[in-house]
C-alpha cells in the first residue's frame, strides 16, 4: 500500500503542476502525456485507447482529479503493483532455487569428502594388510 501512496502523491503534485488555472482539471492532452509518461517510468505497457474509452462519454474539456482517478486506478496503479508483485515473486523463486542448488551443491561435496576420507582410510588399511603379509 504504500508504493500505491508514493505514487499516487507524485502524480496528484504532477497533476496539480498541469493544472495552471487552478481549476482542479486538466486537459485529456495533458493526461495522455501524464498517463505515457507514467507507464514510461513504471515500465508497464501503455494503453492509449483506454483513457479516450474511459472518458468517452466527456466532452473534449478538462478532466478533474476525480474523473482521472479510476482511469488512474485501473489502468496503471493496479498495473504497476502486479508488475511489482510479480516481478517480486520471481526474484524469490530465482533466490530460492538458488537456495537449493547451493545445497545440493554443498551435499556432493560433503559424499565426495566422505568416499575420499572412506578411499583414503581403505587405502592405509590395504597398505598395511599388504604390509603384514
Known amino acids: 500500500m504504500a508504493l500505491r501512496d508514493e505514487l499516487l502523491r507524485s502524480i496528484w503534485h504532477a497533476f496539480t503542476a498541469l493544472d495552471v488555472d487552478k481549476s482542479g482539471k486538466v486537459s485529456k492532452s495533458q493526461l495522455k502525456v501524464l498517463s505515457h509518461n507514467l507507464c514510461t517510468v513504471l ?9 479516450e474509452e474511459h472518458f468517452k462519454d466527456d ?25 511489482t508483485a510479480t516481478k517480486a515473486a520471481e526474484e524469490e523463486r530465482k533466490r530460492l532455487q538458488t537456495q537449493t542448488e547451493l545445497q545440493e551443491r554443498y551435499i556432493v561435496d560433503i559424499e565426495r569428502e566422505k568416499i575420499v576420507r572412506d578411499h583414503g582410510h581403505l587405502s ?10
Not at 515500465?43 to 483513457?51: G, K, S, Y
Not at 476525480?66 to 496503471?76: E, S, T
Not at 590395504?126 to 603384514?132: L, Q, T
Open 43 to 51: 515500465n508497464i505497457p501503455h494503453d492509449p485507447v483506454a483513457l
Open 59 to 83: 466532452d473534449e474539456g478538462p478532466v478533474s482529479t476525480q474523473g482521472y482517478m479510476p482511469y488512474l486506478n485501473k489502468f496503471i496503479l493496479d498495473k504497476a503493483l502486479e508488475e
Open 124 to 133: 592405509q588399511i590395504n597398505y598395511v594388510r599388504a604390509r603384514a603379509t
